[in-house]
């Protein structure tokens, strides 16, 4: 998770040019320098050594999009390749939105050593620049004016010559090992970024949400979506409905009009919880087993179950708001901006389908967009 709602500013050193690493998310136009920072500072967290070869380097950074890319459906905007590689990947390997970074990872060495594949070529394509390239502020003076067929090259020269540079050390150098391009981490860079690794990776996770915010504009909980979502706990929502239907009685599945009773349900999200990314009671109703997979992560036709679904959360809520489950409705105290269970319960059903109506439908547009199915019936 993001570790801090306030801009992130990088700890200071009297040895380093701190300040070269900051410009480096100063102008950015692609993910790529979040993800390969990521992905440094993932082995020197785990003090893996100073030598960190560029195709594992890179399989980290495909691993780190996927799930944003894959499983959220986020922009990472229109011409960056992260934004493609894991979704072509995906489709080339058969592999699922959900699967496992280790997975991933393993994948992503297979098609960039495989030199028939086409999403391996657009990997490797990656490492000719991605490495380099986020050395530019290093070397701002020396590259001004240079053609960008030159840069590669002198970026390589400039970093290799900065390594012993006592004043400004660059951050790491290129290198051979084993037959494959790697980079080398300065002692003192290293140290750094082990020794503030969680200040380093909350700076670059801020600046990754304020990207990723101008390119989702109105998608929700977007700082969720950054990652692979944590083990998941419904039982909340499980305690609140297994209250309600002991209270009401069997009621109808709003999407097929079979009765689901307590204990004999599975808990759906009517807007799908890979668009969500939270489990805020308004948007679950219980259904059957089947129906919930069948409808899997599509947003249902609003005209044909919104009324039905706005009134079992209407008779649910006001069967629950008691005194003894303040803690249960609290998701819907604050989307009804009232203080006291009192005031919950007096909210007329016309005003709870109202609010409730204009809480959900503005989101089908932006799903769809993202690349939802909408209108899906049963």
Known sequence: MLGSPVPVYLPLSAELPVQRLAAVFAQVTNSYK????????????????????????????????????????LSLGKQDQLNDIPLRLREA?????????????????????????????QIRNLGVYVPRRFLAPFFEAELRGRKDTEKNRLIERLADEAFADGERPCLYRFVADAG??????????????????HILKDFCLWNLL???????????????????????????ARRYWDAALEALGPRPCVYSG??????????????????????????????????????????????????DFARLQYEALQVTATAARARLVEDYTLLFKVSSLEELRAVARGRFEATLYDTISPQVQIAENLGFVTGWRY
């Not at 494959?180 to 690794?197: C, D, K, Q, S, V």
């Not at 101008?214 to 083990?231: D, Q, R, T, Y």
């Open 258 to 307: 079979t009765l689901v009773g307590r204990g004999a349900y599975s808990l759906d999200h009517f807007l799908p919880w890979s668009y969500v990314a939270h489990d805020l009671l308004w948007n679950i109703v219980p259904t059957t087993t089947n129906i919930n997979s069948a409808k899997g992560d599509r947003v249902p036709e609003l005209g044909r179950y919104f009324g």
């Open 210 to 236: 304020l990207y990723v915010q101008k390119n989702n504009p109105n998608v929700p909980n977007l700082a969720a979506k950054l990652f692979e979502p944590g083990v998941r706990d419904l039982s909340r």
């Open 34 to 73: 979040f993800y390969w920072f990521l992905a440094m500072l993932e082995r020197a967290q785990n003090d893996r050594g100073r030598l960190m070869p560029v195709d594992e380097l890179l399989a980290e950074m495909v691993a780190l999009a996927w799930y944003p890319a894959n499983m959220f459906r």
């Open 93 to 121: 390997r058969g592999l699922a939105p959900h699967e496992r970074p280790a997975v991933v990872r393993r994948a992503t060495l297979e098609e960039m050593h495989d030199g028939r594949s086409a999403v391996g070529g």
């Open 180 to 197: 494959r391009l790697a980079i080398e981490f300065h002692p003192g860079w290293y140290g750094y970024f082990r020794a503030h690794a």
